[in-house]
């Protein structure tokens, strides 16, 4: 039993651990707008023009706030560049990634500028580039936000100046820390369309996108999705993880509970003596339950101490994964306490179960004499209610039991077979109790 205890507070506590993590990283504010963001892939870039055109009608539908190109969007980036920066030497390249954007970027993801000011249409296709770049980036390059403004980059070679600086934010999986990105004004390769939508019919909204693309660019397939979506597909290893702990947390809590109610209901058979001499004595049903629930608790302490520093250990190394992980106690507390109050709850249950089928079974034997010959008289408790039973002059008691029925019957008996340690004894007859007390 004790196993089962160890193994069902393993699978609970593992099974909220992961559900609080995946919870933590869907719902951790990631720096930029992914609620109703939507992102269109091009197979192939058309001209200019037409890119500019649909920009155009795009945002003459109110519902839609901002239109970008980009060659990449938090989920899925393109491809890496050596940077260097003004000052370092030629061997001194660091890798960063680069997203070739146009002047709308920020507006349509809502990224906030620390430093500096956004793109200017008109420098798009100048020699020098100009180009933006986060926290990360600033802070590998040994710059802060003071000096990093007007300094010369070269990306790849490729000479670009910094005029911006945009808070960190999350583009990639929680379990890797933000990386150094810049953004750079340049009109190849942008072959996604960012839409930031409002708060209105999203249906009628896609509508309309998909409606305007057919017209401007019919021979293009429309392969679009939403930036949310897309970003919660990041964590499908963790969500199949969960529903594997799941399925194996409830079937342990299924047969941890069924053991728990059938080892109180033996344990109650196996004292079953003891507890109607208990009742007998004056014992309540609180200190029954008491006595029968004391040896579940050490069990279940003792599966929890050893399931604890197992747990903790396993659970730890698995979150060691994230780089952004919920660092609250709670994440493993939580868990702790509910799996232990889950053993307490269940054992608690069938103690009280056990204690209500036992307390049915009590016959109460007290002498009477009310007609000058020693004898007794009997009650059957059932539940709360005490029924009589027959009662003559005299005699020893009959407990019969047959199909479910009890019969109390009383057989009148020479006097001299009553005697006073009859009716002080307890009888059990086939499990059913009888505790006698001398009326005063």
């Known amino acids: 039993m004790t196993f089962q205890f160890i193994i069902s507070s393993c699978l609970i506590i593992g099974t909220l651990v992961v559900y609080k993590q995946i919870n933590f990283m869907i719902k951790t504010e990631l720096g930029f707008d992914k609620e109703h963001t939507l992102s269109i892939t091009m197979d192939r870039t058309p ?26 969007y938090p989920s899925r980036n393109s491809g890496g560049q050596l940077l260097r920066g003004e000052g370092m030497e030629e061997d001194q390249n660091v890798l960063v990634w680069e997203w070739r954007v146009d002047e709308d970027i920020i507006e349509a993801f809502g990224l906030k500028l620390v430093a500096g000011g956004n793109f200017n249409p008109e ?26 403004l007007g300094k010369i980059l070269y990306i790849s070679g490729n000479k670009s100046r910094c005029i911006g600086i945009i808070e960190d934010f999350h583009f990639a999986s929680l379990r890797d820390v933000v990386e150094p990105l810049i953004l750079t004004l340049k009109p190849t390769f942008r072959n996604n369309i960012i839409l930031r939508l409002g708060n209105g019919d999203i249906k009628t909204t896609v509508d309309f996108i998909e409606t305007e693309w057919k017209r401007n660019i019919p021979d293009a397939f429309f392969d679009y999705q939403f930036i949310n979506v897309a970003f919660d597909r990041l964590y499908k290893n963790e969500k199949r993880t969960a529903q594997m702990f799941s399925g194996f947390s409830i079937l342990a809590i299924i047969i941890a509970s069924l053991g728990l109610f059938g080892l109180s209901t033996y344990e109650t058979q196996m004292r079953a003596k003891e507890i109607g001499i208990r009742k007998a004595m004056g014992s309540t049903d609180l200190g029954i339950f008491r006595l029968l629930i004391g040896r579940f608790i050490t069990l279940i302490l003792a599966a929890f101490v050893v399931s604890i520093p197992v747990t903790y250990l396993f659970m730890a190394q698995w979150l060691n994964r994230f780089a952004y992980r919920n660092r609250c106690v709670g994440v493993l507390a939580f868990p702790f306490v509910c799996a232990g109050t889950h053993h307490l709850a269940g054992a608690a249950t069938g103690a009280f179960v056990a204690v209500d089928l036992r307390q049915r079974n009590v016959l109460l034997l007290v002498p009477d004499d009310r007609d000058g010959l020693p004898g007794i008289r009997a009650s059957l408790c059932i539940g709360l209610e005490r029924v009589p039973v027959e009662r003559g002059a005299g005699g020893s008691l009959l407990l019969l039991l047959a199909g479910g029925e009890r019969e109390a019957r009383n057989q009148r008996q020479p006097n001299d077979t009553v005697s006073s340690h009859v009716a002080h004894s307890i009888v059990l007859v086939h499990g059913v109790f009888g505790c006698a007390e001398r009326r005063s």
């Not at 023009?49 to 795009?58: D, P, S």
């Open 47 to 72: 001209d200019q023009n037409t890119l500019n055109a649909l920009k155009k009608n795009y945002l003459q539908h109110s519902n839609i706030k901002a239109v970008s190109f980009s060659s990449a």
């Open 123 to 148: 420098t798009e296709n100048a020699e020098e580039k100009d180009c933006i770049i986060n926290q990360t980036t600033m802070r590998l390059l040994g710059w802060d936000e003071e000096n990093a």
